[in-house]
Protein backbone atom coordinates (compact mmCIF):
# COMPACT_ATOMS: atom_id res chain seq x y z
CA UNK A 1 0.00 0.00 0.00
CA UNK A 2 1.37 3.34 -0.80
CA UNK A 3 1.18 6.56 1.47
CA UNK A 4 2.47 9.98 1.25
CA UNK A 5 2.28 12.52 3.39
CA UNK A 6 3.67 15.98 2.95
CA UNK A 7 4.82 18.08 6.23
CA UNK A 8 6.00 22.15 6.32
CA UNK A 9 5.38 24.87 6.98
CA UNK A 10 1.95 26.50 6.81
CA UNK A 11 2.68 29.92 6.76
CA UNK A 12 6.18 31.96 5.53
CA UNK A 13 6.51 35.28 5.00
CA UNK A 14 7.18 37.30 1.25
CA UNK A 15 10.88 36.75 0.11
CA UNK A 16 11.34 33.46 2.59
CA UNK A 17 11.83 30.08 1.49
CA UNK A 18 9.73 27.45 1.75
CA UNK A 19 10.85 23.96 2.63
CA UNK A 20 8.63 20.66 2.31
CA UNK A 21 8.86 17.56 2.76
CA UNK A 22 7.30 14.34 1.36
CA UNK A 23 7.57 10.91 3.26
CA UNK A 24 6.13 8.01 1.84
CA UNK A 25 5.73 4.26 2.07
CA UNK A 26 4.80 1.08 0.21
CA UNK A 27 7.52 1.65 -2.59
CA UNK A 28 11.07 2.10 -2.71
CA UNK A 29 12.69 5.33 -4.95
CA UNK A 30 15.60 3.38 -5.70
CA UNK A 31 13.49 0.99 -7.68
CA UNK A 32 13.73 1.72 -11.34
CA UNK A 33 10.57 3.40 -12.64
CA UNK A 34 9.39 4.69 -9.36
CA UNK A 35 9.52 9.08 -8.80
CA UNK A 36 8.15 11.09 -6.65
CA UNK A 37 6.33 14.78 -7.75
CA UNK A 38 5.13 18.09 -6.34
CA UNK A 39 1.74 19.36 -7.54
CA UNK A 40 0.08 22.78 -5.92
CA UNK A 41 -3.62 23.77 -5.75
CA UNK A 42 -4.64 27.26 -5.36
CA UNK A 43 -7.49 28.15 -3.42
CA UNK A 44 -10.34 27.72 -5.55
CA UNK A 45 -8.24 26.97 -8.54
CA UNK A 46 -6.66 24.38 -10.64
CA UNK A 47 -3.64 21.62 -10.01
CA UNK A 48 -0.47 22.98 -11.07
CA UNK A 49 2.28 20.09 -12.38
CA UNK A 50 5.66 21.84 -10.48
CA UNK A 51 8.48 19.24 -10.51
CA UNK A 52 9.57 15.60 -9.93
CA UNK A 53 12.36 13.56 -9.06
CA UNK A 54 13.05 9.88 -10.59
CA UNK A 55 14.99 6.40 -9.03
CA UNK A 56 17.95 7.40 -11.32
CA UNK A 57 18.29 10.92 -9.67
CA UNK A 58 16.52 12.44 -13.28
CA UNK A 59 14.85 15.98 -12.24
CA UNK A 60 11.61 17.57 -14.37
CA UNK A 61 10.72 21.32 -13.06
CA UNK A 62 7.89 23.09 -14.35
CA UNK A 63 9.78 25.74 -16.75
CA UNK A 64 8.33 28.81 -15.49
CA UNK A 65 9.37 28.34 -11.95
CA UNK A 66 12.62 26.47 -12.51
CA UNK A 67 14.70 29.02 -11.04
CA UNK A 68 12.91 29.16 -7.72
CA UNK A 69 12.66 24.67 -7.45
CA UNK A 70 14.76 22.33 -6.41
CA UNK A 71 13.89 19.04 -5.16
CA UNK A 72 15.88 16.16 -3.92
CA UNK A 73 15.86 13.00 -2.42
CA UNK A 74 16.66 10.87 0.68
CA UNK A 75 16.42 7.01 -0.26
CA UNK A 76 17.54 5.45 3.27
CA UNK A 77 14.61 7.93 4.72
CA UNK A 78 12.04 7.43 2.28
CA UNK A 79 11.61 11.32 1.80
CA UNK A 80 11.55 14.08 -1.05
CA UNK A 81 12.09 17.28 -0.31
CA UNK A 82 10.95 20.42 -2.28
CA UNK A 83 11.88 24.06 -1.80
CA UNK A 84 11.16 26.71 -3.20
CA UNK A 85 13.33 30.38 -3.08
CA UNK A 86 11.53 34.04 -2.80
CA UNK A 87 7.71 33.35 -1.92
CA UNK A 88 5.13 35.27 -3.02
CA UNK A 89 1.61 35.38 -1.77
CA UNK A 90 0.28 34.22 -5.34
CA UNK A 91 2.76 30.95 -3.61
CA UNK A 92 -0.21 30.31 -1.40
CA UNK A 93 -1.66 27.28 -2.44
CA UNK A 94 -1.94 23.05 -1.06
CA UNK A 95 0.96 21.27 -1.96
CA UNK A 96 0.50 17.99 -2.31
CA UNK A 97 3.50 15.26 -3.18
CA UNK A 98 2.79 12.29 -5.47
CA UNK A 99 4.01 8.71 -6.71
CA UNK A 100 4.93 8.63 -10.18
CA UNK A 101 5.49 5.58 -12.02
CA UNK A 102 7.17 5.34 -15.23
CA UNK A 103 6.75 3.00 -17.66
CA UNK A 104 7.15 2.67 -21.40
CA UNK A 105 8.42 6.76 -21.99
CA UNK A 106 4.98 7.28 -20.19
CA UNK A 107 4.50 9.08 -16.34
CA UNK A 108 1.62 8.39 -14.34
CA UNK A 109 0.59 9.78 -10.70
CA UNK A 110 -1.22 7.64 -9.51
CA UNK A 111 -1.39 8.16 -5.53
CA UNK A 112 -1.13 11.46 -3.75
CA UNK A 113 -0.60 12.57 -0.50
CA UNK A 114 -3.18 14.31 1.69
CA UNK A 115 -2.05 17.59 0.54
CA UNK A 116 -0.65 20.28 3.24
CA UNK A 117 -1.68 24.22 2.70
CA UNK A 118 1.13 27.09 2.74
CA UNK A 119 0.21 30.24 3.06
CA UNK A 120 2.37 32.98 1.92
CA UNK A 121 1.62 36.46 4.19
CA UNK A 122 3.58 39.19 6.14
CA UNK B 1 3.38 27.06 -23.26
CA UNK B 2 0.91 23.87 -23.82
CA UNK B 3 -2.51 23.77 -22.48
CA UNK B 4 -5.46 21.56 -21.94
CA UNK B 5 -8.80 22.76 -22.54
CA UNK B 6 -11.80 21.50 -20.49
CA UNK B 7 -15.09 22.59 -19.86
CA UNK B 8 -16.01 24.64 -16.56
CA UNK B 9 -18.85 22.80 -15.69
CA UNK B 10 -21.40 19.93 -16.70
CA UNK B 11 -24.32 18.76 -14.99
CA UNK B 12 -26.60 15.73 -15.67
CA UNK B 13 -29.86 13.59 -13.81
CA UNK B 14 -28.71 10.79 -11.55
CA UNK B 15 -28.38 7.92 -14.26
CA UNK B 16 -27.25 9.86 -17.06
CA UNK B 17 -24.53 9.59 -18.59
CA UNK B 18 -21.96 12.45 -18.06
CA UNK B 19 -19.04 13.02 -21.01
CA UNK B 20 -16.07 15.52 -20.07
CA UNK B 21 -13.91 16.82 -22.46
CA UNK B 22 -10.05 17.35 -22.54
CA UNK B 23 -8.41 19.25 -26.05
CA UNK B 24 -5.07 19.46 -26.49
CA UNK B 25 -2.75 19.93 -29.64
CA UNK B 26 -0.44 16.57 -28.23
CA UNK B 27 -3.27 14.12 -27.39
CA UNK B 28 -3.00 12.12 -30.30
CA UNK B 29 0.37 11.34 -29.18
CA UNK B 30 0.34 11.82 -26.00
CA UNK B 31 -1.83 9.50 -23.17
CA UNK B 32 -4.55 11.47 -21.28
CA UNK B 33 -5.14 10.45 -17.28
CA UNK B 34 -8.62 12.10 -15.18
CA UNK B 35 -8.26 12.66 -12.05
CA UNK B 36 -11.42 13.02 -9.84
CA UNK B 37 -11.33 15.44 -6.85
CA UNK B 38 -14.06 16.22 -3.94
CA UNK B 39 -14.27 18.91 -2.32
CA UNK B 40 -11.60 19.27 0.55
CA UNK B 41 -9.82 15.78 -0.42
CA UNK B 42 -6.61 14.84 -2.74
CA UNK B 43 -7.11 13.95 -6.18
CA UNK B 44 -7.64 10.26 -7.21
CA UNK B 45 -6.96 8.90 -10.00
CA UNK B 46 -9.65 7.41 -12.47
CA UNK B 47 -8.61 6.72 -16.00
CA UNK B 48 -4.76 6.61 -16.74
CA UNK B 49 -3.58 5.90 -20.47
CA UNK B 50 -6.85 6.91 -22.07
CA UNK B 51 -8.98 4.43 -21.41
CA UNK B 52 -7.64 1.79 -18.93
CA UNK B 53 -9.48 1.92 -15.29
CA UNK B 54 -7.45 1.54 -12.09
CA UNK B 55 -8.48 -1.14 -9.48
CA UNK B 56 -11.35 -0.19 -7.35
CA UNK B 57 -12.92 2.52 -9.93
CA UNK B 58 -16.43 1.60 -10.75
CA UNK B 59 -16.82 0.22 -13.99
CA UNK B 60 -19.47 3.38 -14.97
CA UNK B 61 -16.13 5.20 -15.56
CA UNK B 62 -14.41 4.72 -18.66
CA UNK B 63 -12.31 6.98 -21.15
CA UNK B 64 -11.59 7.32 -24.74
CA UNK B 65 -9.17 9.61 -27.23
CA UNK B 66 -9.22 10.65 -30.78
CA UNK B 67 -7.25 13.20 -32.42
CA UNK B 68 -6.88 15.99 -30.25
CA UNK B 69 -9.62 15.35 -27.55
CA UNK B 70 -10.02 12.55 -24.81
CA UNK B 71 -13.19 11.95 -23.16
CA UNK B 72 -14.27 10.90 -19.82
CA UNK B 73 -17.64 9.48 -19.57
CA UNK B 74 -19.39 8.36 -16.87
CA UNK B 75 -22.29 6.16 -17.67
CA UNK B 76 -25.38 5.97 -14.96
CA UNK B 77 -23.48 8.84 -13.14
CA UNK B 78 -24.22 9.08 -9.07
CA UNK B 79 -24.75 11.60 -7.06
CA UNK B 80 -21.95 10.55 -5.31
CA UNK B 81 -19.62 11.34 -8.48
CA UNK B 82 -20.29 14.87 -7.69
CA UNK B 83 -16.53 16.59 -7.56
CA UNK B 84 -13.86 18.33 -9.69
CA UNK B 85 -12.26 16.12 -12.76
CA UNK B 86 -9.17 16.67 -14.11
CA UNK B 87 -7.10 16.07 -17.55
CA UNK B 88 -3.64 15.29 -17.26
CA UNK B 89 -0.68 14.87 -20.07
CA UNK B 90 2.04 16.19 -21.52
CA UNK B 91 3.01 18.30 -24.84
CA UNK B 92 4.46 16.32 -27.83
CA UNK B 93 7.98 16.40 -26.16
CA UNK B 94 7.39 15.41 -23.18
CA UNK B 95 8.84 18.34 -21.30
CA UNK B 96 5.72 20.27 -20.26
CA UNK B 97 3.36 18.09 -17.61
CA UNK B 98 -0.18 19.70 -17.59
CA UNK B 99 -3.60 19.88 -16.20
CA UNK B 100 -6.24 20.46 -17.74
CA UNK B 101 -8.28 23.85 -16.11
CA UNK B 102 -10.94 21.38 -14.35
CA UNK B 103 -14.32 20.62 -14.94
CA UNK B 104 -17.12 20.59 -11.99
CA UNK B 105 -19.62 17.64 -12.34
CA UNK B 106 -22.74 18.44 -10.99
CA UNK B 107 -25.13 15.55 -10.59
CA UNK B 108 -28.45 16.68 -9.69
Known amino acids: QITLKESGPTLVKPTQTLTLTCTFSGFSLSTSGMGVGWIRQPPGKALEWLAL???????RYRPSLKSRLTITKDTSKNQVVLTMINMDPVDTATYYC??????????????WGQGTLVTVSS | SYELTQPPSVSVSPGQTARITCSGD??????AYWYQQKSGQAPVLVIYEDSKRPSGIPERFSGSSSGTMATLTISGAQVEDEADYYCYSTDSSGNHRVFGGGTKLSVL
Open chain 1, 53 to 59: IYWDDDK
Open chain 1, 98 to 111: AHIRRTGGYEQIDY
Open chain 2, 26 to 31: ALPKKY
